[in-house]
C-alpha cells in the first residue's frame, strides 16, 4: 500500500478515519512501516496515537530497539523521532537488550556516530 503515490495518499486518508484506528493498531502495522522507513507515515501514526510507541514486537522490541535491530539503511532521522515522542531508552528486550547497548554493534556504529554527532543522544 506504501509502495507508490497513490498507495501513500490512500493510506493517509485511512489514518485520518477515527474509526480504523483500532484496527490500525490491532495489527503490527506501526512494526510494517518501521521495517520500510515510511517516516511520514509513522509520524503521522505516532501522532494519532501516541500509545503505539509502547508496543512491542514478538522479541519484545519497542519502536526504537526495532529499528536499531531490525532496520538496515539510514535510520537517525527516525531513531530521532521515536527518542523525540518518548520511546524509553532504559526498556529491555527479552533478550535484555537495551538501546545503548545496542547502539554500540557493528552494525549501529555508523548510526550511533550520527546521533552523537547532531545531539541527539
Known amino acids: 500500500m506504501t509502495g507508490n503515490r497513490d498507495g501513500r ?3 493517509k486518508r485511512l489514518l485520518e478515519e477515527k474509526t480504523l484506528r483500532a484496527w ?3 495489527i503490527k502495522l506501526l512494526f510494517i512501516l518501521l521495517n520500510k522507513k515510511e517516516c511520514k507515515l509513522i509520524k503521522k501514526l505516532l501522532r494519532l496515537i501516541p500509545n503505539l510507541i509502547q508496543q512491542t514486537d ?3 522490541n519497542d519502536p526504537l530497539l526495532y529499528v536499531c535491530l531490525k532496520v538496515v539503511g539510514c535510520r537517525h532521522h527516525l531513531v ?5 515522542m ?6 529491555r528486550n527479552i533478550y535484555g537488550q537495551h538501546f545503548f ?15 552523537i554527532e547532531r545531539g541527539t543522544i
Not at 557493528?106 to 548510526?111: M, S
Request: charged fraction near 30%.
Open 86 to 91: 518518548g520511546c524509553d531508552l532504559e526498556r
Open 24 to 26: 490500525l493498531t490491532s
Open 101 to 115: 547497548q545496542v547502539l554500540q554493534g557493528r552494525k549501529n556504529r555508523k548510526l550511533l556516530e550520527i546521533l
Open 58 to 60: 514478538d522479541d519484545g
Open 80 to 84: 530521532a523521532f521515536l527518542i523525540t
Open 9 to 11: 495518499l490512500l493510506f
